[in-house]
């Protein structure tokens, strides 16, 4: 190869075996999804052959419990994988990383249920984690109603989660830590998928809205949110002792990471390719070009150190407490800000290349637009570890 056209990196530890493996399957499976990508975008969906060949590669139980039929990764062994599938198509990636964040509850729930949802089921079990429903406590359970967006990957879903307010005669009940918040999971042949999700990016996720008249759900589909602040109860067939919201973010910065990544990738070619109208030099050769490039890999070489080191640390002490939290909250946040600002100097140097939707620019541009919008890449999050970090008050997620 052309020295000129190779794509050059900084250097970086090899990854271990577990890591290996899982980005050889990632690019297994690849032909698969590079061969239905504008299909996705179009329909705003996952083709089926797309997730038969997540399913069956292993992906959408990648991290639950051997016990419940996973693979129970990693948690850097899943970042990786999650890193791969969005530089192929990051509605893939993203879709894969919210059935690893909500398979979370699988330690949380009792074990008949958690083998009923992910080992006696082929589709996924995704849903809302926005509290946009009511749930009445009832004799052996609740009753639920209400409308929940972004249920990304629906279209597969066997069962989706619906996270509601805690009520007394519907009015929701609140406590000193604010309100009563509880995740339940619905039968997705009971729930009705309303077509809403036009949107700019993440097309191919199926992000749609779902709602739910009202139906009783059992206490054994349910988790508190005062439980999932705390490690999953230790049992035999426990995955991770990670708490649920210590182990979000690991889910979605990667994804940030990946369509970055791709977006830089795709610069690269084109910067060689392409001489200015009037021009007589490449882009490449152009002083101002490779300042900014070069800012973009450090910003974002750096985010992603940051982040491997908070999985880390997470893994090694098996738990977070606040200092830990924090470091996973600010990570994951630096990582939302490096990547949208690498994707955005890609597309601005690259010219009129990026706006035509041939462009992989132009994808990258609208994905990391709608990736950085969940909670755990916010920019709130260093509002909030600062106050923390400054002794102001205790972390909180949002104020």
Same mark, same amino acid.
């Given at each position: ?17 577990? /890591?290996?493996?899982? &980005?050889?399957?990632? #690019? ?16 705003? @969906? ?8 997540? @399913? ?18 990693? &948690? ?27 398979? @979370? ?52 879903? #066997? ?9 007394? #005669? ?17 039968? +997705? ?12 990016? &993440? ?11 009202? @139906?009783?759900?059992?206490? +054994? ?8 602040? /705390? ?29 970055? /990544? #791709? ?69 994951? +946040? ?7 600002? +690498? ?57």
């Amino acid at each position: 190869m052309n020295d000129r056209l190779k794509r050059y990196r900084l250097p970086e530890a090899a990854p271990t075996a577990e /890591q290996r493996e899982w &980005l050889d399957r990632v #690019d297994q499976i690849a032909p698969v999804v590079e061969a239905h990508r504008e299909a996705a975008e179009r329909d705003r @969906r996952m083709p089926g052959e797309v997730y038969a060949a997540l @399913r069956d590669a292993g992906f959408t139980r990648m991290w639950v419990s051997r016990a419940f039929g996973g693979a129970q990764v990693s &948690l850097t062994a899943g970042m990786y994988a999650l890193e791969a599938l969005a530089r192929l198509d990051a509605s893939v990636s993203w879709q894969i990383g919210v059935q690893g964040a909500i398979g @979370r509850l699988s330690d949380y729930l009792p074990e008949e249920t958690s083998r009923e949802l992910f080992q006696d089921c082929e589709g996924f079990a995704v849903g809302g984690v926005k509290p946009s429903g009511l749930a009445e406590p009832v004799d052996g359970g609740y009753l639920l109603r209400g409308e929940w967006a972004m249920g990304s990957g629906s279209a597969h879903a #066997d069962w989706m989660v619906c996270t509601a307010l805690v009520c007394e #005669d519907w009015q929701p009940v609140r406590t000193p830590a604010g309100p009563d918040i509880v995740m339940l999971y619905v039968p +997705a042949s009971e729930v009705l998928i309303e077509d809403t999700w036009y949107t700019v990016g &993440l097309r191919g996720t199926g992000s749609n809205h779902f709602r739910v008249e009202e @139906r009783f759900v059992s206490e +054994a589909y349910a988790v508190r949110k005062g439980r999932m602040v /705390q490690a999953p109860p230790e049992r035999a067939s426990r995955a991770y002792p990670i708490g649920y919201f210590d182990f979000g973010p690991f889910s979605t910065a990667p994804v940030a990471l990946g369509v970055a /990544q #791709d977006a830089l990738d795709a610069f690269y070619t084109t910067a060689h390719a392409k001489t200015p109208a009037s021009g007589t030099r490449t882009l490449a050769a152009n002083h101002v070009v490779q300042e900014r490039f070069a800012r973009a890999e450090a910003a974002l070489y750096s985010a992603r150190l940051l982040l491997f080191e908070a999985a880390r640390q997470v893994e090694e002490s098996g738990t977070a407490g606040d200092d830990l939290s924090s470091l996973v909250r600010l990570a994951s +946040a630096t990582v939302g800000e490096a990547a949208t600002a +690498a994707v955005e100097a890609a597309y601005t140097l690259a010219g009129t290349t990026s706006m035509y939707a041939t462009s992989r620019l132009e994808r990258a541009f609208r994905d990391i637009n709608a990736v950085t919008k969940h909670i755990a890449l916010s920019y709130s999050h260093f509002e909030t570890v600062g106050a923390y970090l400054l002794g102001e008050h205790p972390l909180v997620m949002r104020r």
